[in-house]
C-alpha cells in the first residue's frame, strides 16, 4: 500500500468506477452495512471497477452533533435547504456555476451502497441502516478478508491485541485511528496509541497512522 492512493467512502456521493476513471489507485473504504450478501456485492462491484484494495472501517459512530464544529450536512436540497445554505454558496462562485451548467441540483444519495442503476439512500438513510445492522465481529472481518484477495486494510485499530487479530485474519495494512476524533474524540489520540501497535506488529504489517490535529479534526 505505499505510495498514494485516494480512498471512496461507500457513503461517497460518486459511483465507484466514476471515481477510478479519474484516479486509477482508488481503494474502496466500506462499513459492515447490511447483510453479507450485501457486502460481496459491494466487494464485487469495487472489483469489477478497480479498485486496488479495500479499507474496512472500523472506528465510527453517530452523533448528531459534532464537538469539532463539523458543518451541516443537509438531507437534500429544497428551497429551505437552499436558503439556509446561501451565504456560503455565494462566496463560492465557481462552485455554483458548476451545478447550475450542469442543470440539475448536488445529488446527496449514496449510489455505491445498492446495486448499480438503482436509486441509492440518502447519505441519513444509509446511516440508518448502518445503526440498524448488528456490529461487526472479528469472525466477519475474517470471512470478509477471505471475499477479498487484494489488499486489505483494518481502519480503527487502536490496541496491540486488535491489531495482533488484525494480522492473524490476513490484514495486509492497519490503520490506527480514532476517526480522527470527529465523534470519538474521547478515546486516546491516534498518536498515542501509534508506539505500542508498532511494537506488537510492526514487522508483519504496515501501519498507516490517521493523525488529525483537532482544531480540524475530519475523517
Partial sequence: MSGTALGLSSFG??????????????????YWLGSKDDMVA???WAREA?????IV???????TARDWGSPPLPEKIDVKTAVRFAPQVV???????????SGKLPDLTTPNLVPRGQQGPTFFGAYGEWMGTPPVTWDDLAWLRQQWDGPFLIKGIGRPDDAKRAVDIGATAISVSNHGGNNLDTTPAAICMLPSVVQAVGGQVEILPTVVCAAAATS
Avoid: M, N
Fill in 57 to 63: 472501517t472500523l472506528d465510527w459512530v453517530f452523533a
Fill in 50 to 54: 478497480g479498485a486496488k484494495g479495500i
Fill in 13 to 30: 456521493s460518486k459511483p465507484i468506477e466514476e471515481v477510478i476513471a479519474a484516479d486509477d489507485k482508488t481503494f474502496f473504504q466500506i
Fill in 91 to 101: 462566496t463560492k462562485p465557481g462552485w455554483l456555476l458548476r451545478f447550475a451548467w
Fill in 42 to 44: 459491494r466487494l464485487d
